[in-house]
Each structure stands twice: as C-alpha cells, then as structure tokens.
C-alpha cells in the first residue's frame, strides 16, 4: 500500500492550494478515503472524508466551505482543493483510507501547507 500526497506549499492568507493523493496497492474504488492534518505538538486531525463513490462527504467545521474534497477513481486519486486559506491551516496534510478513522495504522509524508504573509 502507498498513499502519496502532493501540491503544498507556502500561500498568503486567502490564497488556494490544491493537494493530491495517489494511492497504491489497494482496491481504492471501494473505500471511503480521508484527508488529514497535523500541526507539531497537536493531535492529527480529520479534515475531511470522502465515501468510495464520491457522493458523499464530510469536513471538520474548521474547513466547511472553503475546502472540497473529491476523488477520481480512474486515477486512484484523491484530492483537497483549500480556499480561502487561513494561518490556522497551516500543516502537514496527509491522506488514509478510510471514511470515520484512518485504516493504515503508518502514514505517508504528507505534504507541509504554510499560510504566511
């Protein structure tokens, strides 16, 4: 299994990013997927969950509207487009599979989000 997470990087306050996350190794059409973020000295967080047909999501209040997740099953690809980006969403993003809590017990190295002026 390989989750990889792509697309950070350093944006000012209102800008937009647009994360990534292909996966590997598993049948991943049939499950719910997440994104996730953590800040040092802070527990990893749900952000936002996706279910295996894309019909259905959720988001932490912290994100509702202003990021969407989506997902292309064709591509084995997940993605996180952030909005209005804030200093409070600076992270380290990461995916897992998984629609309540996150199934891979080890995670990828996610993708660092910096939101600076």
């Known amino acids: 299994v390989q989750l990889v997470e792509s697309g950070g990087g350093s944006v000012q306050p209102g800008g937009s990013l647009r994360l990534s996350c292909v996966a590997s190794g598993f049948r991943f059409s049939a499950y719910g997927m997440s994104w996730y973020r953590q800040v040092p000295g802070k527990e990893r967080e749900l952000v936002a969950a996706?279910?295996?047909?894309?019909?259905?999501?959720k988001y932490a209040d912290s994100v509702k509207g202003r990021f969407t997740i989506s997902r292309d099953n064709a591509k084995n690809t997940m993605y996180l487009q952030m909005d209005s980006l804030k200093y409070e969403d600076t992270a380290l993003y990461y995916c897992?599979?998984?629609?309540?809590?996150?199934?891979?017990?080890?995670w990828g190295q996610g993708t660092q989000v910096t939101v600076s002026s």
């Open positions: 897992n599979r998984g629609w309540e809590s996150p199934y891979y017990p080890s």
């Open positions: 996706i279910n295996s047909a894309g019909l259905s999501t």
